[in-house]
């Protein structure tokens, strides 16, 4: 029999031809993707009849099943971008779409992005998950941020029907080890007070360290958010870099889990703010027409315009290295906060509602390590019952 002559398959739904170069190719027939009706012609190709022979019947499978998936040569990198443009763009705020934008065009794109689509399998994504720990050294948290927004990419892939499952869904992601708190001790917090003293930044550490605010709420809060009357303060944005939009390095934006939150915060807090306010007063009447608190923030600097992230960060590690705790962080004053809280006698559920968090849950995880000052108070508890009883 020639070479090249046709036979039919064992289920009549294509053609299998043995080519010149040794190969062997199967035919058959699918509807065009354009969404016309008419028909197009496939190919599959093997080193024997056999292996033809399974991929023909596995793609008749398919079809009789709806799901066919017609073969495409669209890349990683062609559907990611497609993805943020058409799917994400408009869906998430500005600021989580510049982070899915980062991560992708700095550490997806370069490595994955010439793979075809369908040609993506759990095991290539396993070893690009592995090369960013290994070789390029990323934290377990970032990786798992790269992760997370590959895994997004592609679902949307296979929901529309470019792939038909999302390798993502089988890799295994590294596990962090749980990092501890570092809440300043009652020494160094009496310590801290006593250095910030005149300090230009000193009300926002007081603040910071007394009311659990993150460090963007803090610079993003403004006055109609304070409330003298009732010692109450609103939380509902956040001071953001932005990269996003011309004409500005930072923006306003909605607090971390989008969600608005009122805090009950101690009259010594409020009575700093009040200071504040007519400290703020001072240099608005200093600077004259120069002054611009277009935002009505509470934290400005000497012309009414924000303060950055760095620039209290910064002042914040001389602090700390000058009291010898060069460790301590920025972020470490909300832990400090929650510490004090706790130890007050407040629970966990009120802890939760004052940082923000947005479970209960989430607080007794980070915050479960029972203090020694709590331990002892709950000794003590039950010795002053075991006094009644006896």
């Not at 009414?304 to 972020?331: C, D, W």
């Not at 906060?337 to 130890?343: M, W």
Request: proline letters at 3%; a positive charge.
């Amino acid at each position: 029999m020639p070479k090249n002559k046709k036979k039919r398959n064992a289920n009549g739904n294509g053609s299998i031809t043995k080519r010149a170069d040794g190969r062997w190719e199967g035919k058959y027939t699918v509807p065009a993707d354009d969404g016309s009706t008419r028909c197009v012609r496939k190919s599959v190709y093997g080193k024997t009849k056999e292996e033809v022979r399974k991929k023909l019947t596995q793609i008749q499978y398919e079809i009789d099943n709806n799901l066919f998936i017609n073969p495409t040569k669209m890349t990683l990198g062609s559907w990611i971008d497609t993805w943020l443009n058409d799917y994400v763009k408009h869906s998430v705020k500005a600021l989580t779409y510049d982070s899915y934008y980062s991560l992708s065009n700095n550490h997806i794109k370069p490595v994955l992005g010439d793979v075809v689509l369908t040609k993506l399998t759990t095991d290539r994504i396993q070893k690009f998950l592995n090369y960013l720990l290994d070789e390029k050294n990323l934290s377990v948290k970032t990786v798992k941020n790269i992760s997370g927004v590959l895994h997004k990419a592609l679902e949307q892939a296979f929901i529309v029907g470019h792939i038909k499952a999302n390798p993502c869904n089988r890799t295994q992601l590294p596990k962090a080890p749980k990092k501890k708190i570092k809440p300043m001790s009652n020494e160094n917090i009496e310590l801290f007070l006593k250095t910030i003293k005149g300090h230009k930044f000193e009300n926002i550490y007081y603040v910071t360290l007394f009311t659990g605010l993150r460090e963007g709420e803090v610079l993003g809060l403004t006055w109609d958010c304070v409330d003298f009357k009732n010692n109450t303060i609103l939380v509902n944005k956040q001071l953001k870099k932005n990269t996003q939009y011309a004409g500005s390095t930072h923006i306003l934006s909605s607090t971390k889990n989008g969600e608005e939150r009122i805090i009950r915060v101690a009259p010594s807090v409020m009575l700093v703010l009040a200071r504040h306010q007519k400290i703020q007063e001072k240099m608005a009447d200093k600077a004259g027409c120069a002054w611009n608190n277009e935002w009505n923030l509470v934290f400005t600097n000497e012309l009414g315009g924000f303060i950055s992230h760095a620039t209290v960060y910064n002042n914040f590690k001389r602090i700390v290295k000058q009291l010898g705790i060069p460790e301590m962080r920025f972020h470490d004053l909300r832990h400090t906060y929650a510490t004090i809280s706790l130890e007050s006698g407040d629970d966990f559920k009120t802890v939760q509602s004052n940082l923000g968090h947005a479970t209960a849950s989430f607080t007794l995880d980070v915050y479960g390590h029972v203090s020694d000052g709590m331990k002892k108070k709950s000794a003590m508890n039950v010795q002053q019952f075991i006094n009644k009883v006896s």
